[in-house]
């Protein structure tokens, strides 16, 4: 596998841009991903109860069609709890952009990030939709544009492509995602799309990137808030000519290795650009019974606000950690516990079979230092081994949300 | 009911009192609450799997001896973490208040409250206890120290007592709590302190305490984090001389009403001086299918940090409330959910039937502008109606919380 510059357009038969339409003030607020040869297409999508707009019309137009061809993308607005005229524009979005690329609406999907609650101004969206559709190219430039066009509070553009060798033939895949707030994926994430040229079976496809959610966008927390938005799609164009994989061999194995690379890369990526971050926080919970009570550990330290304001202070704070932990679901036993905390480089032992360690403050200061803290917690309970990301809860972030919607 | 001056001495058999005694910084940091006579108590505690030392001693204490006669707390170092020694150093604690008081160390409760992981200065505790134990007495006063003592970040005190008739016999019930940070009570809270002089059976206590608790106290959050530290302890002395309550009659309900009515008072306090807070949320869940969803539904709301971001900016960003509400495990339907946002005052529906209305943003801005911001959901499921508290999300807790220990 190896990295190569470039993101969703990377793959063979995919065209992007992103667009100033006006949603947004001064920012690119309109993307769209085109593949005209169509793809085999999966997707996962928020388990909220409050599904906004697109996350709907997707989830039946890939009841019906997998053939997707084009997916269009607006920031600024989110297009949730906008009842049956939310409902209409996004079907709306489909089919002026079906229009505009000479396909079926049905072969289009939609997506929306931003604010909740408010309509989608559809005259601007349409004006924006047909300007883009002339606008496509598979450069890099082209899918730098698209990756700009999904941001909302993101400080940097979250792209990445692989290339791997499948049966002597180069297969890519690409990605763009984004995130910052409302970040607490479950089942699904934020935006993120993936493409690839990669011949596969539909069934496959879709294995590989649920196994994959689950232990990337689905083990990341910015604030605990689970969005109505959440959507990752994977679009694959079988241009790449691979023979069909269409059972678990090694060449499976191998695309959902670099699935998953690209899948936690942009994860631990959403996770380090959290709305006011500092730091990237890694939560890693060594022998847990279950994988199901690792995790729930795991996330309950990265959702701690209390651990997050005390990494943001790079006060090592250890009892808060514990007491996450403790408050969680998850099962263990406080007496076994060891836990420690470290940078890349140093390491201290902060309790060892649930006894508070002597450490020296200097080393601990040094790691709180850093902008990436590890916490390791060892249950010693069992075999399972779980890794999740977060990031620190700075005065940015009350900043940033306090008067988002202005 | 009327309410009186006062507090845990106001009940008839009661003395208290708090002091400094160096655990902590230019504060009082040592109460004590004494019953000579000796009291029928009981107590709740923390459903953290990590529990503080003096939570395990006082489980231990209460499973062998109601008749308890005093209880200590300090403040400054919680004695979490803290293993085998921090075990014995609140056993400790007992003995050296049996001793002082000339009674026996079964007969004490302990209490912390403060930094985690750190062991307690047994030496300037003992010298504490000795002169505490020396300067009790039943003044108002007396009940305002030991209210002080046990305050961490709380920026008031917080006290109340109330007055009862009881088969012609006034009854008083007292009361002092503190909050502020690590504030999300499970099936038991914060540490408050409940005394009263009523001649009830111990059972009858016990039920109207924890009937209460669960819509008192476990109904407030101020950031999510259950402490491993949280108590309430009752403590009836009997004094008041009424015939002895032992089933649950109109007597038995006057006292759980004025109970709860402490309870729910001071949960309120605690969620309003929660840290860095600048206003109280109310969260009525109306219309659920069960109080359980209702619960569920509320608590995820005051959880919410964007929700929690968006009150301290004065944003009526309801998008997220429903949101909040969309990823709770309550049951809903969101199209069928009304949503409004209140002050004392004035009241404006934000959503009916699951579809935004158009508000007056110079109301919506009044509403936000008070310091008790009330949001009401109607979800038109059932006859459930959920009531739960909390605070806005500022700058300053971030502040507060990024350098505790220091």
């Given at each position: 596998m190896k990295l190569i510059k470039g993101g969703v357009i990377s793959p063979k038969g995919f065209m992007?841009?992103?667009?100033?339409?006006?949603?947004?003030?001064?920012?690119k607020d309109l993307s769209l991903i085109y593949c005209k040869g169509g793809t085999t297409t999966v997707g996962m999508f928020t388990t909220n109860k409050v599904k906004a707009a697109p996350v709907l019309v997707n989830e039946e137009t890939l009841n019906k069609?997998?053939?997707i061809k084009a997916l269009v993308i607006n920031s600024g607005v989110a297009n949730a709890c906008t009842g049956k005229k939310g409902y209409e524009d996004a079907k709306e979005m489909t089919k002026i952009t079906g229009q505009s690329l000479n396909i079926k609406s049905n072969e289009v999907l939609v997506a929306s990030t931003g604010v909740i609650g408010e309509f989608l101004p559809m005259d601007k969206i349409e004006e924006g939709i047909k300007k883009l559709?002339?606008?496509?190219?598979?450069?890099?430039?082209h899918g730098k544009w698209a990756a700009e066009g999904i941001m909302t509070t993101d400080t940097f553009i979250k792209e990445m492509a692989v290339e791997i060798n499948i049966g002597g033939v180069p297969i890519k895949i690409g990605a763009m995602a984004k995130g910052s707030g409302m970040i607490?994926?479950?089942?699904?994430?934020?935006?993120?799309?993936?493409?690839?040229d990669i011949n596969m079976d539909k069934e496959l496809l879709n294995k590989a990137l649920k196994e994959s959610v689950e232990d990337s966008y689905n083990m990341i927390s910015v604030d605990g808030d689970t969005s109505t938005?959440?959507?990752?799609?994977?679009?694959?164009?079988?241009q790449g000519k691979n023979d069909l994989i269409n059972n678990e061999d090694e060449d499976y194995k191998k695309f959902k290795d670099a699935l998953h690379l690209i899948n936690t890369t942009l994860a631990k990526k959403i996770a380090k650009d959290g709305e006011g971050a500092t730091k990237l926080i890694e939560v890693q919970v060594k022998g847990a019974i279950s994988k199901d009570d690792g995790k729930k550990i795991?996330?309950?330290?990265l959702m701690s606000n209390l651990v997050k304001t005390a990494i943001y202070g790079e006060d090592p704070n250890w009892g808060r950690i514990i007491a996450a932990a403790g408050y969680s679901k998850g099962n263990f036993n406080p007496h076994k516990v060891d836990l420690?905390?470290?940078?890349?480089?140093?390491?201290?032992?902060?309790?060892?079979?649930?006894?508070?360690c002597i450490f020296h403050e200097k080393t601990a200061k040094k790691i709180m230092e850093s902008d990436l803290i590890i916490i390791s917690i060892d249950l010693k309970e069992g075999n399972n081994h779980v890794k999740g990301w977060g990031c620190d809860f700075s005065h940015d972030y009350v900043k940033i949300n306090a008067s988002y919607r202005s």
């Open positions: 992007a841009s992103g667009i100033y339409s006006g949603v947004k003030r001064k920012r069609n997998n053939n559709s002339k606008e496509l190219g598979n450069s890099i430039d607490h994926p479950n089942m699904a994430t934020m935006l993120s799309f993936v493409t690839t938005n959440d959507m990752v799609i994977l679009m694959a164009s079988g795991c996330k309950s330290i420690s905390l470290s940078n890349s480089e140093e390491e201290i032992e902060l309790m060892k079979d649930g006894t508070p």
